[in-house]
């Protein structure tokens, strides 16, 4: 089945560290790819995406690039800042070959990025 | 710009109890899709409507339905609550299923 393995958090870094979050994936047809960001006590919010292999995805200083060689799809950023703090999703969507998806989205469990001053 | 309005944004309720959560689209949204995200979990996909049918089902209990009514807003009802169904709910809307969707800000759950 489609699944999305993120790496293990918490992740606390410094202001302006460089960030990394692995994402990888598995899927049963042709996969877009999403990270998703989630504040305390809010809903989810569209951070960036990639729906082809090589494609770019990147917003507000945030990159991740959909590798499909190595099925991953890392987001960065260079220098992340106290706002940054939050949760991060990496999600999947699947279409079949005839063009279909379902819509649906496969989560990965979420990293917790919190920052310092 | 509209957004996805969920609501009511918390919601108590005791166990064995029944619960019914909103979900209004975007305007012009014709895809509607449910997610249950337990604590410190990852969102999990319950269940999703295009044109008011049942368009794909994913872990949703025989406790739970949904639907989705004429004018696209969709409603899911919850049956015989158990603790286990504290989460927060989240509906998201899309035109059609191969675009991208929002989500809303979710329903608090606690059931006690």
């Known amino acids: 089945g489609d699944s999305v393995t993120q790496m293990e958090g918490p992740v606390t870094l410094s202001e302006e560290a460089f960030l990394t979050i692995n994402c990888t994936y598995t899927?049963?047809?042709?996969?877009?790819l999403f990270w998703y960001v989630q504040y305390p006590g809010e809903g989810l919010q569209l951070l960036l995406k990639?729906?082809?292999?090589?494609d770019k995805g990147s917003n507000k200083g945030f990159e991740a690039t959909y590798r499909k060689e190595t099925t991953s799809f890392h987001l960065e950023k260079g220098s992340v800042q106290v706002s940054d703090s939050a949760v991060y999703f990496c999600?999947?969507?699947?279409?079949?070959?005839?063009?279909?998806?379902?819509?649906?989205?496969?989560f990965g469990q979420g990293t917790i990025l919190t920052v310092h001053p | 710009a509209a957004g996805v309005i969920q609501s009511p944004r918390h919601l108590i309720k005791e166990k064995r109890e029944t619960a019914t959560l909103k979900c209004y689209p975007i305007?012009?949204?014709?895809?509607v899709y449910w997610y249950q995200q337990g604590p410190g979990q990852d969102p999990q996909f319950l269940i999703s409507?295009?044109?008011?049918?049942?368009?794909d089902k994913g872990s949703i209990p025989d406790r739970f339905s949904a639907q989705q009514f004429s004018d696209y807003h969709s409603e899911l009802n919850m049956s015989s609550l158990e603790l286990g169904d504290s989460a927060l709910y989240f509906c998201?809307?899309?035109?059609?299923?191969?675009?991208?969707?929002?989500f809303g800000s979710g329903t608090r759950l606690t059931v006690v």
């Open positions: 999600a999947l969507r699947v279409t079949n070959a005839g063009g279909t998806s379902y819509g649906k989205l496969t």
């Open positions: 899927a049963t047809g042709y996969p877009s």
């Open positions: 998201a809307s899309s035109l059609t299923a191969n675009y991208g969707y929002t």
């Open positions: 409507f295009y044109e008011k049918m049942q368009s």
């Open positions: 305007p012009r949204h014709d895809t």
């Open positions: 990639a729906t082809k292999a090589d």
